[in-house]
């Protein structure tokens, strides 16, 4: 694992906030140079960031209902289950999870009915033992961890992350 210290972490939730914030503004907001944010960044790249990505308002686009499916099925069907789900354009997200289900799976449309149309796809197409739904009427907040100094700092100080006080930068190790 590479090691990490409270300047990247600085970086981190800057681009949480903002991933297009340019170097220039960046440098001012964590009093990095723009040389050094260069490099940190391009190492952050596929160690530690996925991508860079909007988040869109779907229900300006007209796509109002939102929902998440936990979905148990039979082992045999898991992945043709999850491969049907990744080519489906109504499934936003997909995460294995433990306890009674297999999957959660956060899925977007335009209305009720074509949600309904979807379930029961799933369940005439796969051996549904068991599928329950949430709603999501609002959207209170989203992409909230990392994405404040505050929250940082205290992720900091509560967690299996430490700061070592060695001489020169402050690396993040596990504890």
Do not use: H
């Not at 590479?2 to 800057?14: A, E, G, P």
């Not at 491969?83 to 009720?112: A, H, P, Q, T």
């Amino acid at each position: 694992m590479k090691s990490m210290n409270r300047k990247d972490f600085d970086i981190l939730t800057q681009l949480r906030r903002n991933s297009r914030m340019k170097l220039t503004a960046l440098s001012r907001k964590t009093g990095i140079p723009v040389s050094t944010l260069f490099e940190r960044i391009k190492s952050m790249k596929g160690f530690l960031v996925k991508k860079s990505t909007i988040v869109v308002d779907f229900e300006k686009l007209g796509l109002e209902t939102k929902a998440f499916i936990r979905i148990k099925t039979k082992s045999e069907e898991k992945s043709q289950l999850i491969d049907y789900l990744r080519k489906s354009i109504n499934v936003n997200s997909i995460w294995k999870v433990n306890n009674r289900f297999d999957l959660l799976c956060e899925v977007i449309f335009e209305g009720m009915k074509e949600f309904d149309r979807f379930v029961e796809e799933l369940e005439t197409k796969f051996s549904i033992r068991e599928l329950e739904t949430e709603y999501v009427i609002k959207e209170i907040e989203r992409e909230m961890f990392l994405s404040t100094p505050e929250i940082t700092g205290m992720l900091l100080k509560q967690s299996k992350i430490r700061i070592d006080f060695s001489p020169g930068e402050k690396a993040l190790k596990p504890r």
